[in-house]
Every structure is written in structure tokens, then in C-alpha cells.
């Protein structure tokens, strides 16, 4: 198939658009290089577009869309700049892929939960903390809307929790809390964590997440505009993080536990997964956060 993958040079989207690559498919990215690495892009042979994702159309007509492009700092407090990034480019997409007759799948967020008690299911009603949750909320309340008037175009949208493995590093400061720990013990430190690491997160492997847009590709009948969760299903508490890097990193560095500065913070997130697994046939293999970072550990780490 011909397939577009926009935010084709940052972790999750050079790991899709490399993998539909390896499968056969004719595989184009678009990207702006805001925030993605050239480097993740040194093995991908595809058309590379250095481009917007709120302009004109960027190639020949795709059967499918991945749309990964986003503003991904979390940070940024300028409304309008992450309002006009996240969801305009998101209507420029939603139009390329009405004229193409394309399947969207893309990706919202976590953050649309904010604060919520786990586990998170779609049922709860969405709480974004910050502009970034509340823009993938509305896109996908624009992703409802066009559907109503587009039926024959399936978007799925795909709620990522805490995505970590190779292919982050130019993230920085944004890239996983695993990564992050990771480079604090190779640099021969201890790791920092808010006290005292009971603290829950539900960390899915780069490797489950790219399974999982696989999967939204091909799946039958997908509700229209309908969004899934997409973690491990299961939490894991930033202790037993420092435990697995301890153990896949050869290491036995104890954690120095620092304040929280935060006064709001989640203490505890975890997908709900049953829709995604019944519908998008997704199955993390990746369920235990130690496994998945020894073999990150093993990929390079
Ligand atoms: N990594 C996670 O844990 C996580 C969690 C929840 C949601 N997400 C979402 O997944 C998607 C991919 O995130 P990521 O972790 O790969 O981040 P990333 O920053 O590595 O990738 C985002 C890419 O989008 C590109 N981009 C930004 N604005 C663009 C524009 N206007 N036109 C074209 N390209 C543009 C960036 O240059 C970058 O390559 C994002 O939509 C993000 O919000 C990620």
C-alpha cells in the first residue's frame, strides 16, 4: 500500500513508518524536524518530505495515513501556537485523507485523562491538565465531527500512554522516564525519582505501540472516529523501573528519592485495553516493564 506517515522523523513515527517499510509498503514521511531526529530516519530508504502538516497536500494519493506530527512538549503554555500545530494541521490531514479516501490512524493522548483515578477507561470524562491534553481532545472532537460527515473515511485515534525504546533519544527532556533513568546510571549516578517511587505509570513498548497501528490499519469495521487506550494494560511503579534498568543495565545503584515540586501530579496511570484488544486485536507482548527494558537494554539503551 501507499502510506503517509507525517511526524515521520520522531520516535514513534520513524519506528512505524521503518517497520510499513520493512513489510513492503511504499512509505512516504512528512515532517518539519521541530522535534524529530534526522538520525532515526538513517535506515528508512521511503521519500523524505521536509514539510507541514498544515499545507497543501504533500504527495500522490495514500490508502492510509498514520498522523504522528504534533507539538510533543508538554510544556508549552502558548495556547494559540499549540492549538494552531495540533489541531489545524489535524484538519489539513482529516481533508487530504476525504479527498484520497484514506484511513486515518492517529495519535491522541494520555493526557486527555489528566488527573483521573486508574484505571482509565474511555468511559471517564476527559480532564486534560495542560493546552497539550486538551488539544488532543479536541482533535479528537473534530476526528467525530468529520467522521459524521465523511463516513466512508475510518479515523481511529489511539490514546499512547508512556511510550519508551529506541528511537527517543532526541526527545531530551521529553523522552521516557525509562531513558531518562537510564542515562542518569550510565553516567555512574544514582537515579532521581519523587518520593518515595511508589508512584504508578503504565509504560508500552515502542515495539506493542507500533503493533497496535498495525493493527488499527487492517481491523474491520472500526467504530467510526472511535479512540482506543493504548498502554500495557497494567501499571508499574517508578521503584520497580529502577529495579528493571538495575538489573537489565548490570547495575545496583540504590534510587535517591528528591520532592515532588509538582502540585498536581499523577500518581497512578493504567489502560484500560479491553476495546483495543477486541477490536484492534492488539496484544502487548511487553507486559511486564522489566522485560521490556531488558530487551531495550539489548536494542541499545
Ligand atoms: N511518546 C509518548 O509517550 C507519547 C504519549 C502520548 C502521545 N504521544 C503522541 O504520539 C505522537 C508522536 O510522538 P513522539 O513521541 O514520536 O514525539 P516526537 O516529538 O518524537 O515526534 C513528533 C514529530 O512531529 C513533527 N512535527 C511537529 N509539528 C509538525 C508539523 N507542523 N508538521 C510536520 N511535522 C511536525 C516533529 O518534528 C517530530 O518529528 C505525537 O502526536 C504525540 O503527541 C506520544
Redesign the pocket.
Known sequence: MRILV?????????NLAKRLEHDGHEVTV????????FA?LVDFQGEVIA????AAEPCARCEVIF???????TTVTDQLFMMR??VE?FRHVLGWAARWHARVV??????VYGNLPAPNRLTDKPAPLNV?GYS?LAMERLAKRWAAEHSEVPIIGL??????GP??Q??GK?A?MIYQLAQQMKGGKRPRIFKFGEQKRDF?SIQDVVECNLGAMVADHPPQAGVFNVGCGKAHTFNEVVAGLNRALGMELQAEYIDNPYAFFQTHTEADITQTRELLGFAPKHTDVAEGIQAYAAAGL
Open positions: 507525517t511526524g515521520g522523523a520522531g520516535f514513534i513515527g520513524s512528512l515532517d518539519n524536524f521541530f522535534s524529530g531526529g532515526n514539510g507541514e502538516h498544515g498522523h504522528e506530527a504534533s507539538i510533543t512538549d500545530n495540533n494541521g492517529w495519535a491522541s493522548s494520555a493526557a497539550y488532543k490514546r499512547y500512554f508512556n511510550v519508551y528511537g527517543e532526541h526527545k521529553f521516557s508500552v
